[in-house]
């Protein structure tokens, strides 16, 4: 949205234009918003479904132990790009078996887990625009839903089966994407009555198509 907007501004500077500059619903609205919604009957529900469905906790969260205060902040970034082929298959397959990308890049990652842990009840982290509203949709600011993503790996079940599965546990958690993250953890740990939970999933997934509006004498390039 940030880079849509400047690009437009620039593009009507580029062309002897005085920018329109339109005022836009501001980040205040959504805090009052989210202030609303601690407070209603949907958040409410939206708490019971998070502590139902972790009224157990899973087997695999991660690889590794976690500790808060010996995890360095430190971190890397390793670009892969796909080649055109590829890309346009796993582009077709989502189409023929109506998946999301995310669904596929989830589902694979579960396999992985699965296979290299052996365990077969795996949480993996995911990130929900979280934008309900049009509104909302046009508003610059932080939305983002952190949310745990729980699936039960059968290695009995084909591919296709699994797909499914994960794509019907995306469509439930989007109806309870918007309960906070620390809130849901806070919520957990009282009521597993163990303090020291700190996680509910140690690697996450995320797909989102950049999609940059064209506007004459302005060209985008993306690192």
Not at 194 to 209: I, P, T
Request: hydrophobic share 35%.
């Amino acid at each position: 949205m940030f880079i849509n907007q400047v690009n437009e501004y620039y593009s009507q500077i580029a062309n002897d234009e005085l920018p329109e500059i339109t005022k836009n619903h501001t980040y205040f609205d959504f805090i009052q918003t989210e202030q609303d919604y601690e407070k209603s009957d949907r958040y409410q529900k939206d708490k019971s479904y998070w502590v139902d469905k972790f009224s157990t906790l899973p087997e695999v969260i991660g690889f590794k132990s976690y500790n808060p205060l010996t995890l360095s902040t430190a971190g890397k970034r390793k670009n892969i790009i796909l080649e055109e082929r590829l890309y346009y298959n796993l582009y077709e397959f989502c189409k023929q078996t109506n998946s999301s990308m995310l669904t596929v890049f989830m589902t694979a990652l579960y396999i992985y887990l699965h296979k290299k842990t052996t365990q077969n009840d795996v949480s993996i982290g995911t990130f929900y625009a979280n934008r309900i509203t049009k509104k909302e949709k046009e508003m610059l600011g932080m939305f983002v839903s952190t949310v745990p993503t729980r699936v039960f790996v059968d290695p009995e079940m084909d591919l296709l089966s699994l797909l499914k599965v994960v794509s019907k546990e995306q469509v439930s958690i989007l109806r309870h994407q918007r309960f906070p993250y620390n809130q849901m953890m806070e919520d957990l740990r009282e009521a597993h009555q163990h303090k020291d939970l700190q996680r509910l999933f140690g690697v996450s997934v995320q797909y989102r198509a950049m999609n940059y509006s064209q506007y004459e004498n302005v060209e985008i390039e993306v690192d």
